[in-house]
């Protein structure tokens, strides 16, 4: 018999072979993280989307005229949906790649993969670098809400993702 991992094979690739390539041990570097990551991360998406949308609504009520109130333009704006304006709603899109970067970059940033977050920011930032000439305002948010998650995803890492022995990369791939 074939010994794979320390223990016999049978020659088939079933359930106990599985667990011999990088594969299985970056899934295994670490276990899944306890119910509160994901309301922590939830409510950190929320705060986030709160500072944007204070930043967004200060900037629109200084151009708007006086019957358009602040809390108006921050409530219709949290909610992703302007109707006096369309061309200010979002739809919650910023909302909800801003909670996917802080469930995936804490994971990322224990694993040290910081080409993979840079390729993911600048990729984001190129996107959009075109619309960011003629509104620097909107740029800065985009600056300070990334800066934001990146904060918080160092902390979500540091706190709910201990050090694995596999952060030797000794499983990546060359």
């Known amino acids: 018999m074939p010994i794979a991992g320390g223990r016999p094979s049978t020659g088939s690739r079933g359930a106990k ?3 011999n390539g990088w594969e299985s041990r970056l899934l295994d570097a670490w276990s899944s993280p306890p119910c509160g990551f994901y309301v922590l991360v939830f409510i950190l998406s929320l705060g986030v989307r709160a500072v944007v949308c ?3 609504a200060w900037q629109i009520s200084f151009r708007s005229p006086p019957e358009r109130h602040f809390g108006r333009i921050f ?3 949290f909610k992703g949906q302007v109707r006096q304006n369309p061309d200010e709603s979002d739809y919650l899109l910023p909302f909800f790649v801003g909670t996917a970067e802080l469930l995936a970059f804490p994971y990322l940033m224990r694993l ?3 080409s993979v977050l840079g390729a993911w920011i600048g990729f984001k930032t190129l996107a959009q670098f075109e619309e960011w000439k003629t509104s620097r305002n909107a740029f800065n948010r985009y600056l300070f809400s990334t800066a934001l998650v ?3 995803s ?3 890492a540091r706190h709910y ?3 694995s022995p ?3 990369r000794s499983y990546m791939m060359p």
């Open 17 to 19: 072979d599985m667990d």
């Open 54 to 56: 204070l930043s967004r």
């Open 75 to 77: 409530w219709q704006n």
């Open 112 to 114: 040290q993969a910081w």
């Open 150 to 152: 990146i904060f918080f």
């Open 154 to 156: 160092f902390f979500l």
């Open 161 to 163: 993702f201990p050090i």
């Open 166 to 168: 596999y952060n030797d």
